[in-house]
């Protein structure tokens, strides 16, 4: 599957250049279509600005789908991708119905299957890309019950003034908390801890 993106600009080469910066690529990495081309108009009134379509090219059997969909079935996984390009990010949903196996314990199978095929990507692409995997929402959700416990963690910390650990967490995890409580006046966090276990402490902020 192709990704493409629509840019602007005041010239055809401007939205070009807009593309290539988005798509973080070389002029010989993309298709280039014109969709339209910029006019004055009369009086500076009607005026138009170019819009140009780029596409990346990539061999089809080096599009992330098409990876993720021989992962899974080397794991016997009978599903189905959805694929979307967000902010110049590839994401990939998986529907099937064998989601838990998918998901495994606080997303660590699927964080498995994402760092994967992360690295067959960019070790074979010209344009390094960042792909997501989610199946089932299970992102979403993950992030309101992290939100969620943050909050809880917080009023804790605050009725007790004592600092609390959490259980060790993913990086991805780790970050959802950081940032939730960062606003707050009267709790901070920081990690702690060396590879898996490397957990978020919360704590009252030193004045």
């Given at each position: 599957m192709q990704h493409y993106i629509e840019t602007e600009g005041d010239t055809v080469e401007e939205a070009i250049e807009q593309a290539l910066n988005e798509l973080e690529a070389t002029r010989e990495q993309v298709t280039i279509d014109i969709v339209t081309e910029p006019t004055k108009g009369i009086l500076n009134f009607g005026a138009k600005q170019a819009k140009v379509r780029a596409t990346l090219k990539q061999d089809v059997t080096s599009a992330p789908d098409a990876i993720l969909s021989e992962i899974l079935s080397r794991m016997g996984v009978d599903a189905e991708i959805e694929s979307s390009f967000i902010d110049g990010?590839?994401?990939?949903?998986?529907?099937?119905?064998?989601?838990?196996?998918?998901?495994?314990?606080?997303?660590?199978?699927?964080?498995?299957?994402?760092?994967?095929?992360?690295?067959?990507?960019?070790?074979?692409?010209?344009?390094?890309r960042r792909v997501f995997v989610d199946t089932e929402g299970y992102r979403k959700r993950r992030e309101e019950r992290l939100v969620e416990m943050a909050h809880q963690v917080a009023e804790k910390v605050k009725y007790t003034d004592r600092e609390v650990v959490l259980a060790p967490m993913s990086a991805r995890d780790r970050r959802i908390i950081h940032v939730t409580l960062k606003g707050d006046d009267v709790v901070s966090t920081y990690s702690q801890g060396e590879g898996e276990m490397r957990r978020v402490v919360v704590t009252t902020q030193q004045f």
């Open positions: 990010s590839t994401h990939l949903n998986i529907a099937t119905d064998s989601p838990a196996l998918l998901i495994g314990k606080h997303g660590q199978t699927l964080d498995a299957i994402e760092r994967l095929l992360n690295c067959i990507i960019n070790k074979a692409s010209l344009v390094k």
